[in-house]
């Protein structure tokens, strides 16, 4: 039974993220943006940040439009890990999304906060 209650989409798309270790260090890696959702996201990396972790990320996003760029960047919550034993996969982690904003070059498109969705223009 699929208890999902936001529609995944696939992609394989590069982000940036980071998440605070102890003493407040803070530990930026790269990894491969899997799925997102308006529920969270998956990311495969090789480093995984503990179950717990308040991630943030980066996205760009090229439309097929030559000269447009989606940016997407945001804070999640580590709720699971994957240890992949495969050899042709990387370990990843399955986070639930807190927030985010969704951005072109020339305006906020679209902000998420806690539940909340309010549209901004800032031409």
């Known amino acids: 039974m699929e208890r999902r209650q936001h529609e995944r989409y696939e992609l394989q798309t590069p982000l940036s993220f980071s998440w605070k270790r102890a ?14 959702s308006g529920g969270g996201v998956f990311v495969a990396t090789s480093e995984v940040p503990p179950v717990g972790s308040e991630v ?26 994957d240890p992949t034993l495969r050899a042709d996969a990387l370990p990843g982690f399955g986070a639930a999304m807190k927030s985010y904003t969704l951005r072109n070059q020339k305006q906020v498109l679209e902000k998420k906060v806690l539940g909340k969705e ?6």
């Open 23 to 36: 003493r407040g260090v803070r530990c930026r890696r790269e990894g491969l943006l899997r799925n997102i």
């Open 56 to 81: 943030r990320f980066r996205v760009s996003i090229h439309s097929v439009l030559a000269w447009s760029r989606l940016v997407l960047h945001g804070t999640v919550s580590v709720v699971r890990t």
């Open 118 to 123: 309010y549209l901004e223009d800032k031409r």
